[in-house]
């Protein structure tokens, strides 16, 4: 059973950078064929889907978030990473981390809230 965990600072100030870290269990990010992604919700939106670091470290981004997010890995530590620069409060979200396999998402954190706030 693979697990996810996202951890990470809950209060960030607007124009800093929003550092999240995802810890993978029960299965490793370089498995063939997997993509570890960021997922958030802001609070009465639905879900948007910011990006990847696939099993080989080729990453993916959305255009509308591209130019300020960063999606790195530790495979020594079966992690990977958000950064999200120059925040504001309309990047206050439920985070979440998931694994991507065969075209669904199986396994997802629980996610974690973080507010962009002064």
């Known amino acids: 059973q693979v697990q996810l965990q996202e951890s990470g600072p809950g209060l960030v100030k607007p124009s800093q950078t929003l550092s999240l870290t995802c810890t993978v269990s029960?299965?490793?990010?370089?498995?063939?064929?997997?993509?570890w992604s960021w997922i958030r919700q802001p609070p009465g939106k639905g879900l948007e889907w910011m990006g990847f670091?696939?099993?080989?470290?080729?990453?993916y981004y959305s255009p509308s978030l591209k130019s300020h997010t960063s999606i790195s890995r530790d495979t020594s530590k079966n992690q990977f990473s958000l950064q999200l620069t120059s925040v504001t409060p309309e990047d206050t979200a439920v985070y979440y981390c998931?694994?991507?396999?065969?075209?669904?998402?199986?396994?997802w954190g629980k996610g974690t809230l973080v507010t962009v706030s002064s």
């Open positions: 998931a694994r991507g396999y065969n075209y669904q998402y199986d396994y």
């Open positions: 029960g299965g490793s990010i370089t498995t063939s064929g997997s993509y």
């Open positions: 670091i696939a099993y080989r470290g080729s990453t």
